[in-house]
């Protein structure tokens, strides 16, 4: 094996951010004692260099951590070190830098009102094609299937840390993951999520858990005024130019939300609208009306107006774009 390079500057730079936090190792049950020869944040800078090669191996972090500990390490005390702690302080360890490479303190203030802040997203990874047959993936014009595997992911960014995992093929779509949330979401916790996670049964379900949430609004989606009559969002948006009121969404659903929209530039808009009618999916066959309200940014949300403006609901959710830069970083 080749003698690594140990003066990685992104990796001592972001194991010196994590010193202070050993404590989720603690936590986790990683840490139950002062180690006498493999540190944790070694044992994680042996794990990151090896990882742009092959599958690390027991062995190779031996090496690794022998030259980073100026002693010897065996493979087997490695593999005294590996087991289902280290795999939940590698996934807290994961959350911290995400959410350090979010910048929240502009709109931490923002969050006081929560319990948690569960940011929920996805990424989707390409495989040899030898795993089609476990991970099916997208398929090209001439029929053949791609290996694709999605990987969905529940932070908590308020708090910092990693509430859920879980690796599916990429024919499991966010819609389908969307109850996902359900099994961690308590009473004051805030849920953001793209639109791709938008099931109004599962907005329903977590207002009835005494939690919050944000959304983009869902194009065909019915709004009804709080005396049932029916709200023509195009129309509204035409005279107004922009809107914040409670309304009723959904024909059978009838979810009381709040709904929000803010003009966007031109150029954004023009943008919004030439993806939209370039998209392959024929399904969507955008008309007049739905072009039009590309031109507003759309949110519902049961968020009441004292805890955030509609300025700040827009602000907030710029952090899901920058969670799935990041994600997919």
Request: with cysteine; glycine share 6%; proline share 5%.
């Amino acid at each position: 094996m080749d003698r690594p390079e140990l003066h990685h500057e992104a990796f001592d730079r972001e194991l010196a951010l994590l010193r202070a936090e050993e404590r989720i190792g603690i936590e986790v049950g990683f840490i139950r004692r002062r180690p006498r020869k493999i540190e944790p944040l070694q044992l994680l800078k042996a794990f990151c260099m090896l990882l742009p090669g092959s599958c690390p191996s027991l062995r190779a972090l031996a090496t690794v951590l022998s030259v980073l500990c100026s002693e010897a390490v065996s493979k087997q005390a490695v593999a005294k070190r590996i087991g289902r702690p280290w795999v939940e302080f590698l996934k807290q360890m994961l959350a911290l830098l995400l959410c350090k490479q979010l910048e929240l303190k502009p709109v931490e203030g923002l969050f006081a009102a929560f319990e948690r802040v569960l940011l929920h997203d996805s990424s989707v990874l390409p495989l040899p094609s030898v795993m089609a047959p476990y991970y099916k993936g997208s398929r090209d014009r001439t029929g053949r299937a791609y290996a694709q595997a999605k990987v969905q992911a529940i932070l908590d960014i308020k708090n910092r840390s990693y509430l859920h995992c879980a690796v599916t093929d990429f024919t499991c779509n966010d819609q389908r993951a969307a109850a996902d949330v359900l099994t961690f979401v308590g009473p004051g916790d805030l849920v953001i999520r793209d639109l791709g996670y938008f099931v109004l049964g599962i907005l329903a379900r977590i207002a009835d858990a005494g939690a919050f949430f944000v959304s983009r609004y869902r194009h065909g989606c019915l709004l009804f005024d709080p005396n049932g009559i029916p709200v023509d969002l195009v129309e509204i948006l035409n005279k107004e130019g922009h809107l914040d009121r409670r309304v009723c969404i959904g024909k059978a659903e009838r979810l009381p939300v709040r709904i929000v929209a803010i003009p966007l530039p031109p150029s954004l808009a023009q943008k919004r609208r030439r993806l939209l009618r370039q998209n392959r999916d024929h399904r969507l066959n955008p008309g007049k009306r739905h072009l039009r309200l590309l031109g507003w940014a759309i949110f519902v949300t049961n968020v009441t107006e004292d805890i955030w403006s509609a300025c700040e609901i827009r602000e907030i959710y710029r952090l899901r774009w920058r969670i799935e830069i990041v994600f997919k970083a």
